[in-house]
């Protein structure tokens, strides 16, 4: 095993990229915060769902994690099941007409979506990070 001398910690704090890294105790609730997988403190996102090419505290590449079409597909099912059952429901219990569903569940399903979008996709990033570390 070898073991690091003061001379090379001395070098490696000289060093231009080298930074000092915090680990984040809980890399799925950091990322969910929208913040990053490692250290829990440089922000995740650039924009609504554009991911940051890295991380600005601790330097974490972002680009090596994918998360494709994962998180919309279960989005745009979480979404479907809760407008579907909650229209059904109504339907039944109050038999509201046609005009007054497309008026409360079209923007619900789209505003529940947008919404769950970033954590969505943060939660997906955060969990890669914890299986691939």
């Not at 984040?24 to 950091?30: G, I, L, Q």
């Not at 479907?80 to 005009?99: D, K, Q, Y």
């Not at 947008?114 to 990070?129: D, W």
Request: hydrophobic share 45%; glycine share 10%.
């Amino acid at each position: 095993m070898i073991q690091d001398g003061p001379e090379t910690v001395e070098t490696a704090r000289d060093e231009g990229s080298s930074r000092a890294v915090v680990v984040c105790d809980h890399p799925v609730r950091a990322a969910l915060k929208g913040r990053c997988p490692r250290c829990g403190q440089g922000r995740l996102f650039d924009g609504f769902l554009k991911v940051r090419p890295a991380c600005a505290v601790c330097g974490l590449d972002f680009s090596t994690i994918q998360t494709g079409d994962g998180p919309a597909t279960f989005i745009m099912q979480i979404a479907g099941f809760v407008v579907v059952f909650s229209a059904l429901f109504v339907e039944i219990r109050f038999h509201p007409p046609m005009w007054l569903h497309l008026i409360v569940w079209l923007p619900m399903v789209a505003g529940l979506s947008l919404a769950l979008m970033r954590p969505g996709r943060g939660l997906m990033i955060g969990l890669q990070y914890r299986n691939q570390r």
